[in-house]
């Protein structure tokens, strides 16, 4: 028996970011996954961010650590004392935190995510958007920090050639 599509009372933005969930765990698994560790100030903050807001299953996890399933990417909040500060770079008049992570989701699902982010209430850093407009690269765009100050950014092509695409006016 597949997936379970409907689920009573589930809201629309949380169904749009489990379908695009479980399109990436059937997708072809020969593709590399990512790996990635980041610094966090309190792991249960950490826990209801990525695991409640963002829907992210959790892994494995110690006093002092815990992974999370980011769409079959694992990432894994460490609690440390202390953080660098957060450098920013002008990008298409937007100030873009250098260091940031996220996800290139299909277009419904950037939507979802944005509406599920606001029904949480978490504040955007950037608020969703269309990024380089009539250009190579064109992307629907968010960012937000987790409770932490981590930034996380997730966009949306709607064509997935333009994801690495140069710009032709060079």
């Not at 560790?37 to 950490?46: G, I, K, S, T």
């Not at 250009?135 to 968010?142: D, F, V």
């Not at 997730?154 to 333009?162: L, R, S």
């Amino acid at each position: 028996m597949g997936p379970q599509i409907e689920r009573a009372g589930e809201p629309k933005s949380r169904r749009a970011f489990r379908l695009a969930h479980l399109a990436y765990m059937k997708a072809d698994m020969s593709r590399p996954r990512f790996h990635l560790a980041f610094p966090v100030h309190d792991l249960e903050a950490a826990r209801a961010f990525y695991g409640g807001v963002l829907g992210c299953p959790e892994g494995r996890s110690a006093s002092d650590w815990v992974d999370f399933d980011l769409c079959g990417h694992q990432i894994v909040a460490h609690l440390v004392a202390e953080r660098e500060t957060v450098a920013a770079h002008d990008v298409d008049g937007e100030e873009v935190p250098v260091r940031h992570f996220g996800l290139i989701l299909d277009p419904l699902a950037w939507r979802g995510m944005a509406d599920r982010l606001r029904q949480a209430k978490v504040r955007f850093l950037i608020a969703p958007q269309t990024r380089f407009a009539g250009q190579p690269g064109e992307q629907g765009t968010l960012f937000v920090l987790d409770p932490s100050g981590n930034a996380l950014e997730f966009k949306a092509f709607a064509d997935e050639a333009m994801i690495f695409a140069k710009d032709v006016a060079e």
